[in-house]
C-alpha cells in the first residue's frame, strides 16, 4: 500500500516537474524570439545605415529613406491630432453616459470589431471613399486610413480608464456645484491622463507601423513631398517596395528601414509601460 | 448650455465610431456587388483566377485564409497555454513582469518587420529544419501522408502559418494570463491545501474557471490570423491555386488583395472581384470576433 502510493506520488511529481519544464522552454523560445528578430534588424540593418539614409529620398545616390521618414512622421502625426479628440470624447460617452443604452452597447461591439478588424479592408475602405472621388492616391488618404487605426485603440483606452476614477471624486465636485463638463475636463480627464497617454502611444506606435492600409491610400512615392494632395511614401509601404526588388542594396536599405521602425515602435511601448509604472509607484 | 454643447459633442463622436463601421459594411458589400452578380455563388465555390480569361473565383483564398489561420492557432495556443503557465506559476515574482512584459514586447513588431524576416531568415530555417524532416516522418501515410507531401518550400502555407503563429502568440498568452490572474486565490489555495501539486491545481482549477474566456482568446487570435496581411503576403508563396499538401504555395484573400489590388484597373472585374473578397474577409473576421468577444465577456462580466 504505501509503496503503491508513494509510486503514484512519485508519478505525480514526475509529471509537474516535466510540464514546469516544458513551459519553461516555451517562454524561453518566445524571449529569444524576440531578441532574435532585434538581432537581426540590428545586424543588418545598422551596416546598411549612413547619413545618406536619413538625407537622400529614394531617387537620390545612393538611395535613402528621407521621403519615407518625412511621409510617415507626418501621416502619423495628422492622423493622430484627428482622431485623438474624437476617440476621447466618444470613450468619455461611454464612460459617462453609456450604462445600459443600447446605443452605447452598439458602439462598444462596433469599436471592438474595428479594433481588430484586418487592416487592409480600411485601406479597401478609404480607397472608395476617398481615393476614387479624388481620383488619385494622396497623403490625405493615408491619414484618414492612419486615423480609423489610432480610434479605437484611443476610445477602449479613455473608456477604460475613466472607469477607473473613483465615483467620490466626481460626486465630491458634483457636490461642489459644477457642471458635468467641469467635472468631466477637470476632475474625470486629469485623474485618467496617464492612461489615455499610454493608449494614445499605443495608438500611435501600431499606425506607424501599418503597412496594409497604406497600400492603396497613400501608396507611396520615390520623390520627396510634402503635399498631402500628392501620392506620399511612409516607412512600412517604401520597405515592402524595397523587399520586392531583387537588388541587394535595396534590400539592405529596407533593413535599414526596417531597424528604424522596430526602434521607434518598440521605444513607444516601453515609454507607454514606463509611464504605467512610474504611475502605479506613487 | 455649456453641457448640452458638450453632450452633443461626446454623442456626435460615438455615432461617428458607429458611422465609421457602417459605411465600411455598407461599401464593401456594395462594391464588390458587381462580381457576385456576375459569378454568382459560384465566385465562392470555384478555385480559377485568371486575369486573361476574367474568370475570378474565391475557394483558393478561402482555403489559403482558413488553413494558415488554423494551422497558427494549433501552433499558437499550446504554447501560449505553457506560457501562461510560466508566467502564472513557475516563474519567481520579480521575474514575471520583465518577462511578460518583454514577450509583450513582440506583438508590437509590425507585421512587415515579420513578413521580412520571415521571407528571409526563417522560411529557408523552417524548409530545412522542419518541413523535411516532417516529409519524412509522415509521407509515407495514406490519407495523412497527402497533407504532409511534396519537396520543402521556403514561401508555403506551412510557412505562413508558423509566421502568423508567432504573430499572434503574445496575445493569446496575455488574455490566457490576465483570465488565469483573476481566478480566486482561495479556490486555488483550497486545492493546494489537499495535497495537488502547481500543475494539477492550474489544469483542474485554474483552467477549468477561466475555460470560456481562454477558447474566446483562442477565436480572438483565429480572428487576427485571418486577416493579417503583409506577414503572409511575404511568405505564402502567392499561388492562386488549392494544394493538398501544406507545404505548398498558396494565397490568402488579404494576401490577394496586397498585391493584386494595385495593378487592378477601375471598373473591371478584377477589381470588383477583389472588393468582394474583401467584404468576405470582413464577413469571415465579424462572425469570428463576434463570437470570441461574447465568449471573453462572459466570463468577466
Redesign the interface.
Known sequence: MTTLSTGRMNRRLATDKVVKGISTTFAVIALVLLFWIIWTLLYNGLSAMGLSTFTNDAFGRPQGLMNAIVGSLLQVGIATVIATPIGVLAGTYLAEQGKGSWIAEAIRFVNDVLLSAPSILIGLFVYTLIVIPMGRFSGWAGVIALAIIILPVVLRATEDMLRLVPTQLREAAFALGASHWTVVSSVQWKAARAGILTGLLLAIARAAGETAPLLFTAFGNPQFTANLNSPMATLPVQIFNLTLSADPSSIALAWAGALIITLGVLALNITSRLIIALGQRK | M??AV??A??????????L?????IA??AY?GWPALRHFGVAFYTTAIWNPVTERFGAASMLFGTLVTAVIAVVVAVP?SF??A???T???PQALRKP?G??????A??????????G???VAPLIAAYIQAPLVALLSWLPVVGEVFAGPPQQFSVFTAGIILA?MI??FI?AMFVETLESVPAMLAESAYGIGA????VFRNVRVPYGRTAMVGAGM?GL??A?????AVT?VIGNANRISTSIFAPGSSI?SV??NE??EAQ?GSLKLYSL?QL?FA??VI??IV??IS?WLVRSRLD
Open positions: 455649456a453641457d458638450f453632450h459633442l461626446l454623442w456626435a463622436s460615438g455615432a461617428l465610431v458607429l465609421i463601421l457602417g459605411a465600411m461599401m464593401l462594391d504554447v505553457g506560457i503557465f510560466f508566467l506559476e513557475v516563474c518577462i512584459v518583454t514577450i509583450q514586447l513582440l508590437a513588431v509590425p507585421s512587415i518587420i515579420y513578413g521580412m524576416w521571407a528571409l531568415v508567432l502568440l503574445p498568452t501539486t502547481t500543475w494539477e480572438l480572428g487576427r485571418l486577416g493579417e496581411t503583409m511575404f488579404a488583395i496586397a489590388f494595385g477601375s472588393l474583401g474577409l470582413f473576421s465579424f470576433l463576434a468577444r
